[in-house]
């Protein structure tokens, strides 16, 4: 029998490795004891062969086929190794193990000295036999020869900073003399060190991306959350318009029912007089037009004093009667009402046309990127007499601060910093704004925070709260401090530092100043009150420190 056929024919099936501790199952397939006791642990009840698939109940018991096991003793020491998974044979895209005879197993390992890939099996003497402990092994690489210089055929383990390429030890003699040379693991930990902080650039850049997303999933909700808020407030206000204006047609239609019942009223009871008056009148009349015709003298002249005289009548000879013309000034008044009702309606809709067009997502804008461009934000700034420390001199419209040694004649003013030489601007900043900062002395902090803020003790101090955040400039350096959290920021140190502020977008960005600009810190948050310019200057114990709010054009 061939040797790949005994190893299948004395292999598990499971392991796929020499049978170990064999057991033969009712079926007569042959396993690990160890393999088939697990495979029947993961079936829980169920107990089946892992080949043929026939089950078993209850579950059979155990017992080493010691035949069988004397026999893969006897082929193990005839040289009878487990036959390897087809998944351990190099395929086309794998690296081969440069020892194996006939088909290739995969390799495991190259090493750099000898320039040769191995499987597991023939890269045992690399880890067990001294001779070999100080070569260099990697992931399997198709790319060995690579490390091999083509002019001296030695390992490249060099590296010359002039040309930027990797030689052996031999190239600094001929082609690479008198260039600046390093060894190759000495250039790779240098490159090491960059190219994990490029890591952390890129994996800080990605966590800023990522809160960005967060916060524009959040200005997302919030925009559909006050677009349904706004859209229900407006339904109920017009809904409110409207039963106003119904109610206020009902009051109009009442009020000229109830005139028009008394007008009715008021003319039936004359017309009714009226016709009394003239039913009178034409008694009158017949009595008259009798005694007329009344032959006999006598008569007529007996009966003539018995007749009443013609009472006055109680009302005008004639009626003022204006067809048409009774309730159409209500209706002239009315519609007077919806012409002024249109105008209103039409300017108000100007001006609620112009709310809603005017909201917008100030986070999609772009931060200006040249100084000309943060120029078009610039605004102008004033100290507050009342919040500045006592050390502090106010000058030059209050643009200027200075430190003294003798305290200032300022009266007594509740928003007076107390502790810290601090002083906070007049104006309050929202939307785009942007200043510039000129300082002279040991340190200055250039500051913003909410008025809130408190006036004495520690947590007055500008950057050691939730409500301040600050740049502080020295001598050594600069260095960013919120919520008592200390940032230090590697920048060339200048005297000029302008800060970029939108409130809408929550973004707060400092900058150093000077041929160009250098960002130095940039703050992504949410500002729920306006903020307030502010400046801390140096020790209490020495004068002269000053900043200066400059004037930009």
Known sequence: MATNDLQETFSCSIC???????????????????????????EEKIHSCPQCRKTFRPRPVLEKNTMLAALVEQLKKTGLQAAPADHCYAGPEDVSCDVCSGRKLKAIKSCLICLASYCEKHLQPHLDEAAFKKHKLVEPSKNLQENICSIHDEVMKMFCRTDQKCICYLCPVDEHRGHDTVSAAAERTERQRDLEESQQQIQQRIQDREKEVK?????????????????????????????LIQKRSCDVKQQIRSQQQTEVSRVKDLQEELEQEITELKRRDAELKQLSLTEDHSQFLLNYPSLPPLSESTHSSSINVRPLRYFEEVTAAVSELTDKLKDILSEEWTNISLKVTHVDVLLSESEPKTRADFLKYSCE????????????????????????????SYSDHPDRFTDYLQVLSRESLTGRCYWEVEWRGYFVHVAVAYKKISRSG???????????WTSEGSLFGFTFYHDSIKTSISARVSSRIGVYLDHRAGVLSFYNVSESMTLLHRVQTTFTQPLHAGVRLGSLLFSGASAEFCELK
Not at 216 to 227: P, T
Not at 381 to 408: C, G, W
Request: a negative charge; hydrophobic letters at 35%; charged letters at 25%.
């Open 458 to 468: 520690d947590e007055s101090r500008f950057g050691f709260n939730n409500i301040s």
């Open 215 to 243: 916060l524009l999933q959040q200005e997302l909700e919030a925009i559909n959350h006050s677009a349904d808020q706004t859209v229900k407030d407006s339904e109920e206000i017009f809904t409110q318009m409207i039963r």
């Open 381 to 408: 700034i004033s100290l507050d007499p009342n919040t500045a420390h006592r050390q502090l001199l106010l000058s030059e419209e209050n643009r200027i601060v200075t430190k003294m040694v003798q305290p200032q």
């Open 16 to 42: 796929l490795d020499l049978l170990k501790d064999p057991v033969t199952i009712p079926c007569g397939h042959s396993y690990c004891m160890k393999c088939i006791q697990g495979f029947w642990e993961e």
